[in-house]
Structures are given as structure tokens and as C-alpha cells.
């Protein structure tokens, strides 16, 4: 249907005018202003079914965009083992996500059940698919995504020291490249200092670790010099895999007075076997995180997992929707820590603990 401009109304009317004009001679007055007052109805009637009809297109223009550059995203996370405090990071990392996206990220969440050979096939599997983002949950989940891609943005989270893990001399916070996320270290000097601060009678520390789990090599080295600067001997105590940890904590718990156990993966997927061993013995076992000492501990300086995968969502959501470039950020940290005990194994033990430890629930 054709419009008529306000312009044409007029001059229509005005015609009309003139034509009534000469043939009514009295009623001219009138005639034309009824006629005027038509022309400006008509184009005051087609201005207002303009400006609608502009409105309702550009609704719908609005609405169409809306719905073709709505972003749906892919994640993949690698998790290298299931126990309590990786459990807890994946599941912070995927509810900070959710929180920003809503149903439109999905997770290819896959677990390595502990074997690093895994993690390489399962990032391989992520690379294959061109999902959006890594997130690789531990060290050797992180040094496989590492091997596996320089262009899909990884995001590490429960790595201790990125430098060890990646093997960047002199790390100064930033990987750079396609890698960044965030880090489980605790201060491990104040480890050492909880275990002074309980034990300061004991002569001989065991430092329990996993040879396979480069950080764990690491902290137990930084303690070590923490407690041999107290006056402590100590001694390692590595086992390559769960076959031998039985036999390697058997052996510690025979010749020393207090065991060490850094934030390691196999040990804290088996605290059942150092547990079995430690607590007949009487062997305190001092934790570097709140799930060791849930199973096998009696005391630990430990973060939140759950807080610190949260951490880690909030940064893929930046990533994601192009807030910041991966490249420049530098790894986070958990904001605080907190002395934990485990009031059965105390108990047990007869382990007085200090008013300013937190009982971990059981």
C-alpha cells in the first residue's frame, strides 16, 4: 500500500479548497477550514503510521542481532585425579562460569584417573574438538596442555609454582603466551612453623612426596630448609607411584618422629594407606592441604579449592568474552589460609591444638 507524504495531503486539500470555493460562494469560510483541518488529520494520521511501523522494524531488527551474535562457548577441563581438593576446584571453575554464561558454556570435563599419559590424550582430545578454553586441574594436567597447544588459552588451577611446572627460569609471575591461571601455594615456611609450633620436641621429619610431581619436589625442598634451620633433621622419603607408597610410608614411619606431606596428588588420592600405617604407629602426619589432613593428618596451613577455582572461572570469563588478554595475566594466588586440625586423629593421638585452629568437619 503506497504512502501519502503530509505534503501531498495538503496541496490535495488545497485544491479541494478552491473547488468549493467556487461553487458554494457563502460557506467558503467554512468550507475551507474543514477542509484544512482534514489535510492536517490525513497527514498526522500517515506521520504516526510512519513512525510506528519505523519503531516495530527496528525492534525487530534488534531482536534479530540479539539472536545471531548470542556466543555459546566449549571447555574442556582436564582434572588429573579425583580426590576432595581438585574435586572442589573444577567444581568452583564451573560454577563461576555458569554464573557469567549461563547455558551457554558447556564443559567436556574428563579425569585422568592419575595417569599423565591421559592428560596428554585427553588435551589432544580438546584440541581435536577447537573447544574455547583449557582448564587444566594440577601440574601434569597443566605441563600436558602445555605440549598440546600454543593457541587455545589454558588456565591452570591447584599448581603450586609455575616456573617448576613449566620449567621457566626465573619466573616472575606471568607465563605469557596461551597459559596463565591460578596457584595452591600455601606459605610454606609457615608450614614448617606449625609443625615447630606442635612439635617442638621431635627430632627427625619425614618429607613424604610423589618423585613424579615436580612441585611436590619443590615444597618439600623449601620446608626442608625451613626446618633445618630450626634445628630438625630431616630426610626424604619418595615414592615414583601408588605401588610403592605403602612400603616408603612404612619405612618413614619407622625412623621418624613427624611426617611432611606437601600438597601431592597420589597422596592424596591414597591417605587411606598412610593413614593405616601412620596412626598405630603414633606418627603425626602434618598436611599441606585441608584433604590430606582430613584423611591422614593431624594439623594443616591450607587454602580453600573451591575459592581457588572460582578464582579461576572468574578469569576464563574475562578471557571469553575479550575483558583481557591471557598473555598478560599473572598467575593469583588464594588470599588467605587458615590452620586446620583433624580432631579425631588428635584425639587419638593425644595432640593438643592451639584456640586459634579450625576443627575440619568429618
Excluded: W
Excluded at 16 to 21: E, G, K
Excluded at 223 to 241: H, I, N, P, Q, W
Excluded at 267 to 290: H, K, L, Q, Y
Amino acid at each position: 500500500m503506497r504512502k501519502v507524504s503530509k505534503l501531498t495531503a495538503l496541496a490535495l486539500a488545497g485544491v479541494m479548497a478552491l473547488s468549493l470555493t467556487a461553487c458554494g460562494g457563502g460557506n467558503t469560510a467554512e468550507t475551507t477550514a474543514a477542509a484544512t483541518t482534514a489535510a492536517e488529520t490525513t497527514a498526522a494520521e500517515t506521520t504516526a503510521a510512519e513512525t510506528t511501523a519505523a519503531e516495530t522494524a527496528a525492534e525487530e531488527t534488534t531482536e534479530a542481532a540479539a539472536e545471531t551474535t548470542g556466543e555459546t562457548y566449549v571447555v574442556g577441563i582436564c582434572q588429573l585425579v579425583q580426590h576432595d581438593a581438585l574435586d572442589a576446584a573444577t567444581q568452583g571453575f564451573k560454577d563461576a562460569l555458569k554464573d557469567a554464561f549461563g547455558d551457554a558454556v558447556t564443559f567436556d570435563e574428563q579425569n585422568a584417573q592419575g595417569d599423565s599419559n591421559t592428560c596428554a590424550t585427553i588435551i589432544n582430545s580438546f584440541v581435536s574438538n577447537n573447544v574455547d578454553l583449557i582448564m587444566a586441574n594440577a601440574t601434569p594436567a597443566l605441563q600436558a596442555a602445555q605440549a598440546g597447544t600454543n593457541e587455545i588459552p589454558i588456565l591452570g588451577t591447584s599448581v603450586t609454582e609455575y616456573g617448576v611446572a613449566l620449567g621457566i627460569e626465573d619466573f616472575d609471575g606471568t607465563v605469557g603466551g596461551n597459559i596463565s591461571g591460578t596457584s595452591d601455594l600455601a606459605p610454606l615456611d609457615e608450614q614448617a612453623a606449625m609443625l615447630n609450633e606442635l612439635f617442638p620436641d621431635a627430632k627427625i621429619v619425614g618429607l613424604l612426596y610423589c618423585s613424579a610431581e615436580a612441585n611436590s619436589q619443590y615444597q618439600v625442598d623449601v620446608v626442608k630448609a625451613a626446618l633445618e634451620g630450626m634445628g630438625y633433621e630431616c630426610e626424604f622419603y619418595a615414592f615414583s607411584d601408588s605401588n610403592d607408597l605403602s612400603t616408603v610410608v612404612t619405612n618413614a614411619a619407622n625412623n621418624c618422629d613427624v611426617i611432611y606431606v606437601p600438597t601431592d596428588n597420589t597422596v592424596a588420592s591414597n591417605t587411606a594407606i598412610v593413614d593405616n600405617i601412620c596412626r598405630p604407629a603414633g606418627i603425626p602426619v602434618i598436611a599441606g592441604e585441608e584433604g590430606i589432613c582430613a584423611g591422614c593428618g593431624v594439623a594443616t596451613l591450607s587454602i580453600s579449592y573451591y575459592d581457588l577455582g572460582v578464582g579461576t572461572g572468574r578469569m576464563a570469563v574475562k578471557i571469553l568474552n575479550g575483558e583481557a588478554d591471557i598473555a598478560e595475566m599473572p598467575i593469583e594466588y588464594a588470599p588467605q589460609f587458615t590452620k586446620k586440625y583433624n580432631p579425631t586423629i588428635c584425639g587419638e593421638l593425644g595432640i593438643e591444638i592451639p584456640d586459634d585452629y579450625v576443627a575440619i568437619e568429618q
